[in-house]
């Protein structure tokens, strides 16, 4: 048995090397965008955030920044000229390094390649690929690749990510996914729903109309300013460029569909508010914000808001519910599955080799038993706040 998989292994190796790739960078959306949308329609995009409205919006939002080059590469075939992949990358300095990794900034939950017909099939194929799109990058120190999702983690050199995505797969019956969570959960839903629907003109309103949508998207943004700043956490979404890029995803996509807001509405009051991107049968959600009035505690409207969107979308085709990035209990009581990510650092150049290097032995460090010990027994005894 182990000698049949060896020699299967060695075949499919064997298959990879004789591959060959050329390979193809611009530095411009416009140049690729008529060559990758084929792949998208087909299905290449791993997730929404791969689809073509939020990397148009990327590009010409925090793409546009000083000292970001976009890296759109396109991988090909030899010989038959079908495309592989198409990667959307970018070269910037990050303290002092020349970077290259996927047009990210902190807003995209999750990275892939956009695969096309002749996308390598195992780990062995991605090697071969690899291989070919480093020849062709421009001078840098690291490759530096996170929250790799789908067929794309097969990169070489992948390590399993401390990130991970959070899915619902649902069939065609929303009732039959409702009742398989826990019934408190489940009794919970259905009591915030029939208090909520208590108060005048309250519904759950989902914005199609560019006006509707844009007013919406401020009430969003000023509840979620709000929240953060009263945790005292950093907020990055009001930096202008990622401002601008939201901004557009609302001008060009809630009509197609491709943005979707959703919101829990009292007359003309915002109770909470749901952005989220839809691709096909895969709704992913991205920004939530929850009014902070206590007359609305009572009905958790945060999670009445998902669970509703989630039911209506369902009635409209979608089957795939994506809570995206992020460890919170609320989407443990949606019944959510762990789907894992992967990153990649790989050098570039000898000063991206050395923090590679240190980077490995980081990583080593914090797996050794011998030093978790070691750290235990030198850190200070707790001091108590209870004077004795």
Request: aromatic share 8%; proline share 5%.
């Amino acid at each position: 048995m182990s000698l049949l998989l060896a020699a299967s292994e060695d075949a499919a190796v064997s298959r990879a090397a004789s591959i060959a790739y050329d390979v193809s960078v611009a530095n411009d959306w416009a140049e690729v965008e008529r060559v990758w949308t084929p792949l998208v329609r087909a299905g290449g995009a791993a997730t929404p955030f791969q689809n073509l409205p939020w990397l148009a919006a990327w590009y010409a939002c925090l793409g546009s920044q000083p000292g970001v080059l976009p890296l759109l590469v396109t991988v090909r075939e030899r010989g038959s000229g079908r495309i592989a992949a198409a990667l959307p990358w970018t070269l910037s300095r990050v303290g002092g390094l020349r970077v290259i990794g996927f047009a990210d900034d902190g807003i995209t939950d999750y990275n892939a390649a956009i695969l096309g017909p002749a996308a390598p099939q195992d780990a062995a194929g991605w090697r071969a690929l690899a291989q070919a799109v480093r020849a062709a990058l421009p001078r840098a120190d690291l490759l530096r690749l996170e929250k790799v999702a789908g067929p794309t983690a097969l990169w070489p050199g992948a390590q399993e990510s401390n990130l991970f995505g959070n899915l619902i797969r649902m069939g065609d019956s929303y009732e039959t996914y409702h009742r398989s969570n826990e019934k408190t959960f489940r009794k919970e839903l259905e009591r915030s729903w029939r208090v909520f629907l208590r108060h005048p003109g309250a519904e759950l309103r989902h914005v199609r109309s560019r006006a509707e949508a844009e007013a919406l998207m401020e009430s969003l943004e000023s509840l979620q300013r709000e929240r953060i700043a009263e945790l005292g956490l950093p907020y990055i979404l009001d930096r202008p460029d990622i401002a601008r890029h939201y901004r557009r995803l609302v001008a060009e996509g809630i009509e197609s569909g491709t943005t979707v807001l959703t919101a829990l509405m009292a007359g003309d009051e915002v109770v909470a508010a749901l952005f989220g991107l839809r691709a096909g049968e895969h709704y992913a959600m991205v920004r939530l914000a929850v009014t902070g009035e206590e007359t609305w505690r009572n009905t958790s409207p945060g999670r009445l808001l998902i669970a509703q969107t989630m039911e209506h979308l369902h009635g409209e085709g979608a089957r795939i519910f994506d809570f995206t990035i992020g460890e919170y209990a609320y989407k443990r009581r949606f019944n959510v599955e762990r789907v894992p990510l992967a990153t990649v650092l790989a050098p570039l150049s000898a000063r991206g080799a050395l923090v590679c290097a240190l980077d490995r032995a980081r990583r080593l460090a914090k797996r050794s038993d011998l030093l978790v010990r070691l750290r235990r027994r030198l850190r200070p005894a707790p001091q108590s706040d209870v004077p004795l």
